[in-house]
């Protein structure tokens, strides 16, 4: 008997953006982004992405950045994807795009504007498969900020390419409107810190979560301090 040949279709590959074409898009947005303006970005696109990039919550920034990437380098990719399981059409790895091309070109050629964290997609805002509203995150800010990401990256993923570029060279210039992390340390005998005066500061700093990298940062400190 003549086996009967199966016509169940192969599984449609997942739209993973090219890392190499990604690279050359971002040397592309930073030497073109200093002098764009907007066009066709409607008010509540604008003021979305500014609220985001200009926000103290890291991983949202980085989250935006990498999707926008995504999506000028391969418009298959979902917007609000995270991880390649998610249920959406259009499903990628978010982190590795984030982690291998995003965090050494932010290292190296944007005096790290946008949080200078070398791994931004271990944070628990993005160890989730997509970006939805119901994510948890602090309640709050965190949690509007959350439904303002989702919302942007919803709009945007079904906009037209050249839409959709305005958003990402507007992100970028953002971006270059940050402060860099380029400093000047300065010797511990120019600095006066009373005891009183430490735990007035810590107590303001831990009130904010900055992408959940407070208590890392805090402990961090008082373990370099210790080792004089």
């Not at 949202?60 to 994807?81: D, G, N, Q, W």
């Not at 965090?103 to 160890?127: C, I, Q, T």
């Not at 906009?159 to 305005?166: F, G, M, S, V």
Request: net charge positive; hydrophobic share 40%.
């Amino acid at each position: 008997m003549r086996k009967r040949e199966s016509t169940r279709q192969p599984a449609e590959s997942a739209p993973t953006p090219e890392h190499q074409a990604a690279l050359r898009t971002l040397h592309d947005a930073v030497k073109s982004c200093g002098t764009f303006s907007p066009k066709k970005l409607g008010v509540r696109e604008r003021d979305a992405i500014r609220s985001i990039i200009q926000g103290d919550h890291l991983t949202f920034r980085y989250i935006l950045m990498t999707a926008l990437l995504a999506k000028v380098v391969e418009p298959r990719s979902h917007m609000r994807s995270l991880q390649a399981g998610a249920k959406l059409t259009g499903a990628y790895d978010a982190r590795s795009l984030c982690h291998n091309v995003w965090v050494p070109f932010e290292r190296e050629h944007l005096d790290s504007r946008l949080g200078g964290s070398n791994e931004p997609f271990l944070n628990k805002p993005a160890r989730f498969p997509a970006v939805e509203k119901t994510n948890a995150v602090r309640a709050g800010k965190d949690r509007d900020l959350l439904h303002v990401l989702y919302d942007l990256l919803e709009s945007l993923n079904s906009a037209k390419p050249a839409h959709l570029r305005e958003a990402f060279l507007l992100a970028m210039s953002v971006v270059m409107e940050r402060a860099g992390r380029t400093r000047r340390e300065l010797p511990l005998s120019a600095v006066t810190l009373t005891a009183d005066a430490l735990g007035d500061f810590l107590d303001t700093y831990l009130q904010s979560s900055f992408g959940g990298e407070t208590p890392v940062s805090v402990v961090g400190a008082i373990l370099r301090s210790s080792q004089g």
